[in-house]
């Protein structure tokens, strides 16, 4: 008897221990399966997630852009069909929408789930672009998250991209279109630029994040790589490389520090672009002309500068406004920063409040380092001016290595958006 019951008594034990045991692989298995979860950045159902602290405390309620329901978004895309998609790129796809409570036609945006920065670039969009108010900027009407699922929504821009009209092969843009289109992007980038009440550098300037209405009034749109600055002189933002190649800056490109004039230097590429109907970069031309900056300089320091106009027009355009579009995108690509316009400066002259500036008739070639330490970057120009960004003296050996970078940079046309494709389609904002 005595020997059963020391029997019966250890294996009670061995059974709550045994329990025990089970108990603690549940409990770390199930920790480890949270722990798991948030690695991939999926909330639970019922926990509130950073992300709404973000976009609550962001704006009060009943003011600016407003949080939409999932199911809400969904059955305004017909469950996201493949009939209603606009557009995709590296940041995700876009939807035509229509909300029928509001009776209002959006684009909706949802992020790609496989994209790594797209929490970080669907926060930058609605803190950012959420707060501006600009009738040359893409109007965000709200916004969702739900677990893995990341969308926003924006005013549908029922003209589509720049992107898309400007190489239509069957329709040519006029003239008369595309300058009204230069001077809304003017606007938009003065006021990000110098007239809210911080300066936005939006990072990616190109024709298809330059939507147009009905009107083919133009609209900046696509703030996911947007940082914002103070107010002063040679501010700057120093981040990841950003943006898309052929439209950056190749100072940015070196130092990685960005600012307005990161922003500037693309819009005059733009400005090319749009006056002569050619990418930045075209490997299919001739050698003289693959690369669209370097092939205008030099007609502009032939004395052949409207030679570069676009000849689908075929003549038909206001050849004042022209000169003034390639001269001034021309400017705004200068190397030297301390040449370079300002974009208020830019618009005086494309608004002929100002005299066309005077350029060297050969393109400068400039010389960019990376910064030492925490403090300024330097670069310098042959024409041996001094930039924003300090200058130093160099041999020419160096500046040929920086303009074999330069050309290197530019040479593929796609977006680096920590990291990101770029597509000429609809994609809005």
Request: hydrophobic fraction near 35%; proline fraction near 4%.
């Amino acid at each position: 008897m005595v020997l059963d019951s020391k029997t019966k008594n250890r294996g009670l034990l061995a059974g709550l221990v045994s329990a025990g045991i089970f108990v603690l692989l549940v409990i770390a298995s199930w920790l480890g399966y949270r722990k798991c979860l948030k690695r991939k950045g999926i909330a639970s159902r019922g926990a509130k997630t950073p992300l709404d602290q973000d976009m609550d405390n962001e704006f009060e309620k009943g003011v600016g852009p407003r949080r939409f329901r999932y199911n809400e978004l969904s059955r305004a895309t017909r469950g996201f069909s493949d009939e209603e998609k606009l557009g995709e790129g590296g940041f995700g796809a876009v939807y035509r929408g229509f909300l029928q409570d509001q009776g209002l036609h959006v684009a909706i945006k949802r992020v790609s789930k496989t994209s790594n920065q797209g929490r970080r670039e669907y926060i930058a969009e609605v803190t950012i672009i959420g707060r501006l108010r600009h009738r040359n900027l893409v109007q965000l009407v709200g916004w969702c998250h739900k677990a893995d699922e990341l969308l926003l929504v924006y005013e549908l821009m029922t003209n589509g991209s720049l992107d898309a009209h400007l190489y239509n092969s069957t329709e040519v843009l006029t003239w008369a279109t595309r300058y009204q289109i230069i001077l809304g992007m003017g606007s938009a980038l003065t006021y990000l630029h110098q007239e809210w009440e911080q300066c936005v550098v939006h990072r990616d300037i190109k024709p298809s994040n330059v939507m147009l209405d009905s009107s083919f009034n133009a609209k900046l749109g696509d703030f996911g790589l947007a940082r914002i600055v103070n107010h002063s002189s040679g501010a700057h933002t120093t981040t990841t490389l950003a943006g898309t190649k052929g439209y950056m800056d190749p100072a940015y490109a070196v130092t990685i520090r960005a600012s307005a004039q990161t922003d500037v230097y693309s819009f005059g590429v733009v400005l090319l672009e749009i006056a002569c109907g050619r990418r930045p970069v075209d490997p299919q031309e001739e050698e003289s002309k693959v690369l669209l900056v370097e092939w205008v300089w030099g007609l502009y320091g032939r004395g052949a500068l409207l030679d570069a106009a676009d000849a689908r027009l075929d003549g038909d355009m206001d050849a004042r406004e022209m000169e003034c579009a390639l001269v001034t995108g021309l400017w705004c690509v200068h190397p030297d920063y301390g040449f370079r316009p300002s974009i208020r400066q830019a618009m005086s002259v494309l608004q002929f409040e100002a005299p066309l500036p005077e350029l060297p008739p050969e393109r400068p070639v400039a010389v960019y380092a990376p910064p030492h330490g925490v403090h300024g970057s330097s670069y310098t120009s042959s024409t041996g001016s001094s930039g924003a960004g300090g200058c130093s003296s160099t041999s020419d050996r160096t500046a040929a290595n920086s303009r074999s970078f330069a050309i290197a940079a530019s040479r593929t046309s796609q977006t680096t958006r920590p990291t990101t494709a770029s597509t000429p389609d609809q994609t809005h904002a």
